[in-house]
């Protein structure tokens, strides 16, 4: 191994990585440990506290999270990158009230996952770029989850987005790459997309969508 490197602060980035499943977290060890300025922490020394905390919330939603992150004594409180497999719903927005500095789909790439225990460490967060968009509209993550009012019809933002990658032509596994969620997620929004425009198959679901200005291709 080289020699490590200091961040911005001129200091190692100590980091601990939680997981309910010990091969996830030795995955998610092996991917963080590629930048030569983090050391990775065990969690046995007490004296050891880490900078930041990357937390994957495995295979579902993790219920004790927001627990997790509010019980950190204010006093010092780390910097909590988290991962999740579904940024639908309310898992993102609890996690950001909860005071994660990043949240991120357990889909993102190793250079993501560095990037983001890199700007935690500098006191910076890290989020999607439909919640970034929501918070930059001035919407609250909780409204960025909210149905959107769209005339006779009501689609969320999530499902807005679906019906755009499907006018351009994804499929259900590309549009669960793109959009960090699982195919089935995909498959229980498009099911949703149908019964509120009222067709039954993603060509009429597109016409419906531009016919309505729902989506912009």
């Known amino acids: 191994m080289g ?10 980035i100590r980091v601990l990585v939680v997981s309910p499943s010990s091969g996830a977290r ?61 940024l ?5 927005a609890r996690a950001l009230r909860a005071g994660a ?10 250079q993501e996952i560095r990037a983001a225990v890199r700007a935690a460490a500098a006191g910076l967060a890290s989020l999607p770029a439909a919640l970034a968009g929501a918070l930059l509209d001035g919407r609250s993550p909780d409204s960025a989850a909210a149905p959107l009012d769209t005339g006779d019809h009501i689609l969320t933002p999530r499902e807005r987005e679906i019906l755009t990658l499907l006018g351009e032509g994804l499929v259900n596994r590309e549009i669960g790459v793109r959009l960090g969620i ?36």
């Open 3 to 12: 020699a490590t490197l200091p961040h911005a602060s001129g200091e190692v």
């Open 26 to 86: 030795r995955a998610l060890e092996d991917v963080v440990a590629q930048d030569p300025g983090v050391a990775l922490l065990a969690g046995a020394d007490p004296s050891e506290l880490p900078d930041v905390i990357v937390f994957d919330s495995g295979l579902e939603s993790y219920p004790s999270l927001p627990m997790l992150l509010e019980r950190r004594p204010s006093s010092d409180a780390k910097a909590f990158v988290v991962l999740l497999e579904d």
């Open 88 to 92: 639908d719903g309310e898992a993102g």
């Open 101 to 110: 500095r990043a949240v991120l789909p357990r889909s993102a790439s190793p």
């Open 182 to 217: 699982s195919e089935h997620t995909v498959k229980t929004h498009l099911a949703a997309i149908y019964e509120k425009l009222e067709v039954s198959n993603r060509a009429e679901a597109v016409a419906t969508g531009l016919r309505r200005g729902l989506v912009m291709l």
